[in-house]
């Protein structure tokens, strides 16, 4: 046990240097100028103003903020979230990016600690695992996105359904990844989860009707049409991305949503959640490589499955240098394991398969 811990220690240490000595040799045009941080920032510099939505206005903000700026961080984020951003935009640019990443890291620590996981080996999954690599460096806001989920899930395993709710409600903030989310609160009958998400959103969409006019879900909508806040295929981890725009995607999304429903079916809360929020980035059209990082819980979910090769597959997702598409591939397969598991195996006291338990 001891070597065990050592050795996940030493592979947690070499992730953490590797992401460090990367990170420390980015210039500024990948570390300031290009991340996705420059445009909720020019959200919250422009709040209170439909102007956040158009390029000019953000291009504009970033310049007199960054001294820089790319064409394609643009402000496609929900009315609220220009309120939410608010606060922080009042700091420097550098000292909000900073903080932005050191609230990411805590997000990340909370989803650690309150999911069902050996915390050590996911830590060291974290430090390798490039979704989280690029959430970090970007400044993107998917950590966040998995505290407010392992928190719902510590609620509803404690029996605090309203609060699960409250917290699922603020996921709001990228609400077309948790699209799939309904098939676990109606599949469980969580009425009360249901009405306090349901009232979280509402008061949310209610103050930014209040703070831009009865037009800001118009303007919003049309600025989501704007091709500049879409990614190339090979910066996407969804099917789309794998199938480079061929309309075949569509029918694996539908392949993969019935996976998950499948699944959810006769899964714990846990693997229920960790398939909805996985199926959910693959079925998006329009995502980028840090909400990847959403496929991080079933990945350590597979950890438990009896199959040596499953757990093989799950350390090979977090492999930084995959081709592109590997990990899309990678995730599919592993939802197909956990459906053979669930399906193919006699069921265990708790919900888990006789072999995983065992």
């Not at 909000?96 to 650690?112: Q, S």
């Not at 049309?222 to 789309?240: E, H, K, T, V, Y």
């Amino acid at each position: 046990m001891k070597l065990r811990h050592a050795i996940v220690i030493a592979i947690l240490v070499a992730g953490i240097l590797l992401r460090f000595w990367i990170f420390s040799h980015l210039s500024r045009d990948l570390s300031v100028c290009s991340v996705d941080f420059g445009a909720f920032y020019a959200g919250g510099k422009l709040a209170g103003s439909l102007a956040m939505y158009s390029p000019d206005a953000v291009f504009a903000a970033q310049d007199r903020a960054m001294g820089c700026h790319k064409d394609y961080i643009i402000f496609i984020k929900p009315p609220f979230y220009g309120l939410i951003m608010w606060p922080l935009a009042r700091l420097p640019f550098d000292a909000a990016l900073w903080l932005w990443r050191i609230l990411g890291l805590a997000a990340l620590g909370i989803f650690l600690w309150l999911w069902p996981c050996d915390r050590l080996v996911a830590a060291a999954a974290c430090a390798w695992f490039l979704p989280e690599a690029s959430n970090f460096t970007a400044g993107q806001d998917v950590a966040f996105v998995l505290a407010l989920v392992a928190g719902a899930y510590y609620c509803l395993k404690t029996g605090r359904p309203i609060a699960a709710g409250v917290l699922f409600g603020l996921g709001a903030i990228k609400f077309h990844l948790l699209v799939l989310l309904p098939l676990v609160v109606l599949r469980r009958k969580l009425w009360r989860t249901i009405a306090a998400a349901a009232g979280t959103v509402a008061l949310l969409l209610g103050v930014a009707l209040v703070a831009y006019g009865p037009g800001c879900l118009a303007t919003y909508r049309n600025a989501l049409r704007d091709a500049r806040g879409s990614p190339a295929f090979r910066n996407m981890d969804n099917l789309n991305g794998l199938f480079h725009g061929h309309p075949i995607w569509i029918a694996a999304a539908v392949v993969v949503a019935l996976l998950v429903y499948f699944i959810n079916r006769k899964a714990s809360l846990e693997l229920a959640l960790a398939a909805v929020l996985a199926g959910g980035v693959l079925i998006v059209p329009h995502n980028t490589i840090s909400d990847g990082l959403l496929f991080l819980p079933l990945i350590l979910e597979a950890r438990r499955f009896a199959a040596a090769p499953v757990r093989a597959l799950a350390i090979v997702a977090l492999i930084p240098v995959l081709p592109p598409g590997a990990l899309q591939v990678a995730v599919i397969l592993l939802l197909l394991a956990a459906l053979r598991n669930l399906y193919l195996k006699p069921a265990a006291p708790g919900g888990q398969p006789a072999a995983a338990a065992a």
